[in-house]
């Protein structure tokens, strides 16, 4: 009777707490500061932003490295390539890589190898390939692929690609489709893919993908979205999502879109936008199951956000469109294995690990339920609904 009792009192004290839809999106207290065209990328427990453009046009060589823990950005050495925007990069098997881009009249085709360990910086073999800014660049079986984006002559369809064993580089094919900078691009499952961006007056839509073994490149399914350019993209889990930018007009959307790539079947499925309206040239990165996101510019207040939004990926194993965070339909979180239950919401809770394996089920029959004590650590934890819907959440065992 007395945990009842501490259950209505919670609840009169939450009002109507558990009929709310919990938002995918998170804000954070790590403010960057304006920044547009970062290099972006998570490597171990940091995420890091690399160079871009501030809110006075001007290029910066700005190293920043992000502490999810403190929920803080702090400076590291600046980048020894020089002031650029317009940049490219990722992190590869624990390094992080970085080139292109330009700095005035100046545009480059230089390469850059990131230690985060000592914060040393290698500079590998230039591209034979022209100076740009906007290409794509991705990375797969020990090989970075770069192509497409634009000089002072115009927009670029040509690629290259380096093998960071050898430290050497080799011309592909041309992509198919029309020349274009500032595309879309990632790899999944060990190929790379890329599209959309902009050429000319023409926003584009359309989708390649490059067979790593034969060198030859496929034409895809169009992305099924608005056309777009200039957002951010990244891996994860083998995945590629491309999220925000401009849409066909180049000009803001109505809602930051996101997008998740099925690469089995080329097909798009479409996820929770982030908050406002779309950016243009934000950036982003992926630690542990966190996707962080920040900057860019704000095209329909044409201002420079500061604000920085977190969004929690469960794992392979379950549907990211079912997951909503946090939990309003169960209590506390750290917990110490009882936990307190929305009996008029919850049927069952499924316990998972991180890879979605069934470690726990319980059929909810009281307010409070009891998790195994074995179980320390991060667990995914399910809550079927009566409503047929389920909620996927994290949970803290102590």
């Excluded at 490149?217 to 995945?239: C, D, I, K, L, Y």
């Excluded at 079912?322 to 917990?335: F, G, I």
């Amino acid at each position: 009777m007395k945990k009842t009792t501490l259950l209505f009192l919670s609840l009169s004290l939450c009002g109507n707490l558990w009929g709310q839809v919990a938002e995918a999106w998170q804000s954070t207290n790590g403010s960057h500061g304006p920044i547009h065209h970062p290099v972006t990328f998570a490597i171990g427990d940091y995420g890091y932003s690399l160079t871009g453009t501030n809110n006075f046009n001007a290029n910066t060589a700005a190293v920043k490295r992000y502490n999810p823990v403190t929920d803080s950005w702090s400076n590291l050495s600046d980048f020894p390539g020089g002031a650029r925007g317009f940049s490219i990069g990722l992190a590869y098997n624990g390094s992080g890589y970085i080139g292109f881009g330009v700095n005035g009249s100046n545009y480059f085709r230089d390469l850059w190898r990131f230690d985060t360990a000592n914060n040393q910086w290698t500079q590998l073999a230039n591209c034979p390939c022209k100076a740009r800014r906007h290409p794509a660049f991705m990375a797969a079986n020990g090989k970075i692929y770069v192509g497409l984006g634009n000089d002072n002559t115009g927009d670029l369809k040509d690629f290259y690609v380096y093998d960071i064993a050898t430290d050497s580089w080799s011309a592909l094919p041309d992509i198919p489709g029309l020349p274009r900078h500032h595309p879309f691009m990632f790899s999944a499952n060990g190929e790379v893919y890329a599209g959309m961006g902009h050429g000319g007056q023409i926003i584009f839509k359309d989708w390649y993908k490059l067979d790593t073994v034969s060198n030859t490149w496929q034409t895809m399914s169009n992305f099924p979205g608005e056309a777009r350019v200039a957002g951010t993209q990244f891996s994860h889990r083998g995945v590629g999502y491309v999220l925000s930018g401009d849409g066909d007009n180049h000009s803001w959307m109505n809602t930051g879109e996101f997008w998740k790539y099925n690469d089995a079947n080329d097909t798009w499925s479409q996820l929770a936008p982030h908050p406002g309206v779309s950016r243009w040239a934000p950036g982003s990165f992926v630690i542990g199951d966190t996707l962080y996101f920040f900057g860019g510019v704000n095209r329909q207040s044409q201002s420079f956000p500061t604000d920085m939004f977190k969004y929690w990926f469960n794992s392979d194993a379950i549907s990211i469109s079912e997951r909503k965070m946090p939990s309003l339909n169960w209590y506390p979180n750290p917990s110490k294995g009882t936990i307190y239950v929305n009996t008029n919401e919850v049927k069952a809770l499924r316990l998972m690990d991180l890879q979605g394996k069934l470690m726990q089920e319980i059929e909810v029959e009281s307010e409070s339920v009891q998790i195994n004590d074995q179980y320390k650590g991060v667990f995914l934890i399910q809550s079927l609904l009566h409503s047929g819907e389920s909620q996927f959440d994290r949970i803290i065992l102590e």
